[in-house]
Structures are given as C-alpha cells and as structure tokens.
C-alpha cells in the first residue's frame, strides 16, 4: 500500500520550523531528509525513523517497525500529534546519524 501525499504534508507541517527538513518520493512511500541526512520516511501511512540510542530514550514504548519486507527494523513514531515531541526527536535523530555519504 502506498502512502498518501496528505499524511507526509500532516507529518511537514508538524516538522514545520524545522531547517534543513526536506523529502523526497520513492516507490509510493516517501523518505525524510535533514540537510540531506535520511532520517526515516513516511510508510504505508506511517512514520518511521531510523533507530538510535536517543530516538529510542524518547519513544517510551519503542515499537518496532518493517518500512518493507527485508528492511532493518525501524522506530514506529506514534505520536504525530504532539508537533514538539515529534521536533525533538528528529533533531535528536539528525544529531545521532552518521554524515550523509557523498556520492561521486
């Protein structure tokens, strides 16, 4: 199942604010950049963000989640509602990740 193009303007608009957000569309599902760093995507109307020590110490329950088949687990955001926590846990995201690779 795709994903719609009202959830991920629903998830950009909480995120609104934010510098540097930005996505990008991909076989009906939708990722999520910070200044070019994937931090998750929006799959089969859900929000999903890569793990890391920090994302995970936010999400109390800290549900799994498969954005696809074969995919590494990834953290499923339940709580979209909240527009500050959801900005805390992207910035806290962005700030755990590894430099973006530079392709050639």
């Not at 959830?7 to 910070?34: A, C, H, N, P, T």
């Not at 070019?36 to 800290?62: C, H, M, N, W």
Request: contains cysteine; hydrophobic residues 40%; negative net charge.
């Amino acid at each position: 199942m795709a994903s719609s193009e009202s959830f991920l303007q629903f998830i950009l608009s909480q995120l609104d604010g934010l510098e540097g957000i930005s996505s990008r569309k991909m076989m009906g599902e939708y990722l999520l950049y910070v200044y070019g760093k994937g931090i998750g995507g929006i799959y089969d109307d859900r929000f999903l963000i890569k793990r890391t020590v920090p994302g995970e110490a936010l999400l109390s329950q800290g549900c799994e989640a498969l954005p696809y088949p074969g995919a590494k687990p990834m953290l499923l955001v339940e709580e979209v509602d909240d527009r500050e926590f959801l900005q805390r846990l992207v910035l806290c995201t962005y700030e755990a990740l590894p430099e973006a690779k530079k392709r050639p």
